[in-house]
């Protein structure tokens, strides 16, 4: 300590176990007192005090941002302020090179997407429902087409490049509407710090799955490992429970109509049975009288008011057994889908078959953007590359919006956009400075 009843921002940052730059952070935002002596600020002993017990939990100091986290903070060299990451680089401008269209909308444009989506915030931000990204992985590997074009780089690794997508995440977050989400696709050697990352920014309450996505056939290889065949979509909410979802089911295929619905009636179709009657004894309501002659067995209560077992018997969907025990029919045909569960299996085509190198498939982000968007949503995809995410979003009639830097995915997705027949109005960003 330097001086006597005053911390620096180092000893602050040691005590709350957090970075410099975010003790800067509460200090630019006022909620840390700090005193300017010569060229660096300290913090009184009383002031550093108070602030503890206005940011901490059950007793123990712990600051606001570590609740987010639940308490853990990915610390890693050069972490910039959140304010500055905010407030710091310039802006461009944004320039029409081609329009297709007369809406605000549909657009991609070419540009690094870190001062694209600074701009993009002066006239969407609050605006976007739905976020799908698929950044570089940090491979470290070079990614180019069939005829061998050099389509992007994924060069930064380690921290560098959870810090390049940190400040897009933040910004991102502004972007997103109340209702919105983010999917951010990553694979499993970086994925679970990047879900440290997003705990930061969007908050561990807001996150909601983390996805494995089958990705490949299985691998047969001679490592001693098990076959990695998929990667990791982590799913969060700018506000849980408060996300468009439109609760997309999965639709019965014909392997599981077999096993579930064996018999075929001769006006419905495939059917099952199922019990008519519930645990749980009625004193005295309809549901545990007696129907058609019998009660419900012991114990147990009827599913359905005794009026509407009635009709369910005239429309001739109750089923009666030899020894007269009555079975509602389920029909295949009403079969409502399946709910989707948090493993996906959804394979990319070899490169033979794409137009771009990592081109996701288009049934993958058809229920992405069918259960987390509506159709007067905007879907932003920040890492577009061959720009599937905005045809699938067309497709549902969704507007949307693209970016990527690479020359070669400009060229993809004008070309491929044109064979489509979808108008896009064509942007480049450029720096003023
Ligand atoms: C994995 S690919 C995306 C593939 C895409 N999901 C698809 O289905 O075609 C990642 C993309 O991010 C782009 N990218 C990387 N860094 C970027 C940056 N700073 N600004 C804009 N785009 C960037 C690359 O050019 C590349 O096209």
């Known amino acids: 300590m330097s001086h006597a009843g005053f911390l620096t921002v180092d000893e602050v940052a040691q005590n709350l176990k957090v970075t410099r730059q975010t003790v800067s952070k509460y200090i630019k935002s006022k909620e840390l007192n700090a005193i300017k002596m010569n060229k660096s600020y300290r913090i009184a002993h009383n002031d550093f005090e108070n602030f503890l017990t206005n940011n901490s939990i059950a007793g123990e100091p712990q600051i606001a941002y570590l609740k987010n986290s639940k308490n853990c903070l990915l610390d890693y060299p050069d972490k910039m302020d959140e304010f500055e990451i905010r407030y710091s680089y310039s802006k461009g401008a944004i320039k029409l090179v081609d329009k297709q269209h007369d809406l605000n909308d549909n657009k991609f444009i070419f540009g690094d997407n870190l001062l694209v989506l600074k701009n993009l915030l002066d006239t969407h931000s609050g605006r976007i429902d739905l976020i799908y990204i698929d950044p570089p992985f940090a491979t470290g590997r070079e990614f180019s087409s069939m005829n061998e074009d050099s389509a992007y780089s994924d060069k930064l690794i380690d921290s560098e490049f959870l810090e390049f997508i940190r400040k897009r995440l933040i910004l991102l977050k502004d972007l997103l509407s109340e209702k919105g989400s983010i999917y951010l696709h990553i694979d499993k050697k970086i994925g679970h710090y990047v879900k440290i990352i997003m705990d930061e920014i969007f908050g561990y309450n807001n996150f909601i799955n983390d996805i494995t996505r089958i990705k490949c056939n299985p691998k047969n290889f001679s490592r001693n490992a098990y076959g990695n065949y998929s990667d990791m979509v ?130 993958f982000l058809e229920r992405i953007i069918r259960n987390s968007s509506n159709t007067d949503s905007i879907v932003l995809d920040c890492f577009a590359g061959s720009g599937s995410t905005l045809k699938v979003a067309e497709k549902l009639n969704r507007k949307w919006i693209g970016v990527d830097n690479s020359t070669h995915s400009y060229n993809v997705v004008k070309e491929t956009l044109k064979q489509s027949k979808i108008k896009c109005n064509f942007y480049e960003y450029t720096s003023l400075t």
Do not use: C
């Not at 006006?267 to 199922?274: A, D, L, V």
């Not at 019990?275 to 419900?296: F, M, N, R, Y």
């Open 234 to 363: 982590l799913f969060y909410a700018k506000n849980r429970d408060k996300n468009i979802w439109n609760e997309i089911t999965e639709p019965m295929d014909k392997e599981k109509r077999e096993t579930l619905f064996t018999k075929k009636h001769p006006k419905f179709g495939y059917y099952t049975t199922n019990p008519i009657h519930a645990p749980g004894k009625t004193i005295d309501g309809d549901t545990g009288k007696e129907w058609k002659g019998s009660l419900p067995p012991k114990g147990r209560h009827w599913r359905y008011s005794r009026e509407v077992l009635t009709q369910l018997d005239e429309a001739g969907l109750i089923e009666w057994s030899n020894t007269g025990n009555p079975r509602k029919i389920v029909l295949a045909s009403e079969h409502k889908g399946f709910k989707v569960q948090d493993v996906w299996e959804f394979k990319d085509k070899g490169l033979s078959y794409v137009d771009y190198p990592t081109q996701k498939n288009f049934d």
